[in-house]
């Protein structure tokens, strides 16, 4: 998906 | 990580603890919206579950403890230590309106129908409108504390700077993710008022009408 699987932002 | 999203965490940051420090100082919390105050400690447990099982990077560990405690403390001050002074006649938007349609939106519209991620996608959701309690508050006071729009102007900057982080790494990184950039068009979007109000009034001491 166009999200990054580990959310990297806060 | 950008400049952008350094200067947006770090005016996040700010914001936090520029309410803290005037609820402290002032042993008030007058004008300040509490359901606001408890929809982002609820944005931020939501978001922050991978606290323990997924590390990113000692940054955003340190950072997003300090945002679950800032949080916190702050929902502490409004209805438990200060709360006499807190105006709950004035703080009456009514949060099932928000609740239901992000809990909806959040098992519609999300990358994976897993647990954490449909309560990550909630947070995402419920940040963009978790500031709506407070603006409606201030527009039925018709007044805020020059420090209260202090926080909200940096509360707000930091999301405006999200956004250009996000132009950055898609341009950088190729990295694209749609709903955290179509909430943050919309959290944006709702300051946009009151970054005209806090620019044009802003220099009037004391209280902006």
Same mark, same amino acid.
């Given at each position: 998906?166009?999200?990054?699987?580990?959310?990297?932002?806060? | 990580?950008?400049?952008?999203?350094?200067?947006?965490?770090?005016?996040?940051?700010?914001?936090?603890?520029?309410?803290?420090?005037?609820?402290?100082?002032?042993?008030?919390? #007058?004008?300040?919206?509490?359901?606001?105050?408890?929809?982002?400690?609820?944005?931020?447990?939501?978001?922050?579950?991978?606290?323990?099982?997924?590390?990113?990077?000692?940054?955003?560990?340190?950072?997003?403890?300090?945002?679950?405690?800032?949080?916190?403390?702050?929902?502490?001050?409004?209805?438990?230590?200060?709360?006499?002074?807190?105006?709950?006649?004035?703080?009456?938007?009514?949060?099932?309106?928000?609740?239901?349609?992000?809990?909806?939106?959040?098992?519609?519209?999300?990358?994976?129908?897993?647990?954490?991620?449909?309560?990550?996608?909630?947070?995402?959701?419920?940040?963009?409108?978790?500031?709506?309690?407070?603006?409606?508050?201030?527009?039925?006071?018709?007044?805020?504390?020059?420090?209260?729009?202090?926080?909200?102007?940096?509360?707000?900057?930091? #999301?405006?700077?999200?956004?250009?982080?996000?132009?950055?790494?898609?341009?950088?990184?190729?990295?694209?993710?749609?709903?955290?950039?179509?909430?943050?068009?919309?959290?944006?979007?709702?300051?946009?008022?009151?970054?005209?109000?806090?620019?044009?009034?802003?220099?009037?001491?004391?209280?902006?009408?």
């Amino acid at each position: 998906f166009p999200g990054d699987p580990d959310h990297d932002e806060l | 990580m950008n400049l952008f999203r350094i200067l947006g965490d770090v005016s996040h940051l700010l914001a936090m603890i520029l309410l803290l420090g005037k609820i402290w100082r002032s042993k008030s919390c #007058r004008g300040i919206s509490g359901k606001s105050q408890a929809l982002f400690a609820l944005v931020f447990t939501t978001r922050y579950l991978d606290l323990f099982t997924n590390f990113i990077s000692l940054y955003n560990t340190v950072m997003k403890v300090i945002f679950l405690l800032c949080s916190y403390v702050t929902v502490y001050m409004i209805y438990w230590k200060f709360w006499k002074s807190f105006d709950s006649e004035n703080d009456t938007f009514r949060l099932e309106f928000l609740l239901v349609p992000v809990t909806g939106l959040s098992f519609l519209e999300n990358y994976s129908f897993t647990p954490l991620e449909i309560l990550w996608t909630f947070s995402i959701y419920l940040e963009s409108v978790a500031i709506l309690p407070q603006l409606f508050m201030i527009s039925k006071t018709g007044e805020a504390e020059t420090i209260t729009t202090h926080y909200l102007f940096f509360l707000g900057l930091y #999301r405006a700077l999200y956004l250009a982080n996000w132009i950055w790494r898609y341009h950088t990184e190729n990295f694209y993710d749609q709903i955290a950039v179509v909430s943050g068009v919309v959290q944006t979007i709702f300051y946009c008022d009151f970054f005209y109000l806090y620019v044009t009034k802003g220099r009037c001491q004391g209280r902006v009408e």
